[in-house]
């Protein structure tokens, strides 16, 4: 079957502007993730759903990023007046059940000029 | 705070056995050890996971210590594909929620 998806899978944008980034989980996964990583680096968890709530977005680097999870399925990250230092590629993951086996997607490179 | 502590790289050569060490010892009792890896320009995958006892699947195995302030992967005969970036997570439990504390990962180099 289909895995997890990413859109974009680049994105390249003008410091200050706002984006979004998409996540499609693998159908049936209650819990998705989202992470950062930057080049060279290892991954920074981000916020992770199970359903549509997220319990702890302690996470997200600042209050420019947020994310939401609609109809138990798709997810969005929303960086808002993006800032050179959020470029990186951003990965999400899903599981069938919550901290079970993730399944992660290609990731979207984001690039901030 | 939980966090886990690996070398940066290691060498293997092909078709003998890798142990990939990690330190965790502020582990605490409910935090499971996860291993995952990162081939070149893909996403990372899933390798095994444990808390207590010693772990086996078709990919790996999994030695925790019996204090659990470290734990063992271990590639029983490597290939040239398992040449990635192997990266020892605990899910640890920080005010009542939990999260994913990842370590820099070890990359590991398989000579033929």
């Known amino acids: 079957g289909a895995g997890v998806s990413q859109s974009p899978s680049n994105k390249v944008t003008e410091k200050g502007k706002d984006v979004e980034l998409r996540c499609d989980p693998i159908?049936?996964?209650?819990?998705l993730y989202w992470y950062r990583q930057s080049l060279g680096q290892g991954l920074e968890f981000l916020i992770y759903?199970?359903?549509?709530?997220?319990?702890?977005k302690s996470g997200l680097p600042s209050d420019r990023f947020s994310a939401e999870r609609t109809g138990g399925s798709v997810s969005t990250l929303t960086i808002q007046r993006t800032q050179q230092e959020d470029s990186a590629v951003y990965l999400c993951?899903?599981?069938?059940?919550?901290?079970?086996?993730?399944?992660f997607g290609p990731g979207t490179r984001l690039t901030v000029l | 705070d939980a966090k886990t502590t690996q070398p940066n790289s290691m060498e293997s050569n092909e078709e003998e056995p890798v142990h990939l060490p990690c330190n965790h010892s502020?582990?605490?009792?409910?935090?499971?050890i996860h291993w995952y890896r990162q081939l070149p320009s893909q996403g990372p995958e899933y390798v095994i996971h444990?808390?207590?006892?010693?772990v086996n699947n078709r990919m790996a195995s999994l030695a925790i210590a019996e204090d659990r302030k470290s734990s063992t992967l271990i590639l029983h005969r490597a290939t040239l594909r398992d040449a990635a970036v192997y990266y020892c997570?605990?899910?640890?439990?920080?005010?009542?929620?939990?999260?994913?504390?990842w370590g820099a990962g070890t990359k590991l180099i398989i000579k033929p």
């Open positions: 993951a899903s599981s069938p059940i919550l901290w079970g086996e993730q399944f």
């Open positions: 159908s049936g996964h209650t819990a």
């Open positions: 759903f199970q359903g549509n709530s997220a319990p702890d």
């Open positions: 502020t582990i605490s009792g409910t935090d499971y």
């Open positions: 444990g808390l207590t006892s010693n």
């Open positions: 997570i605990l899910r640890a439990t920080m005010d009542s929620n939990y999260q994913l504390i």
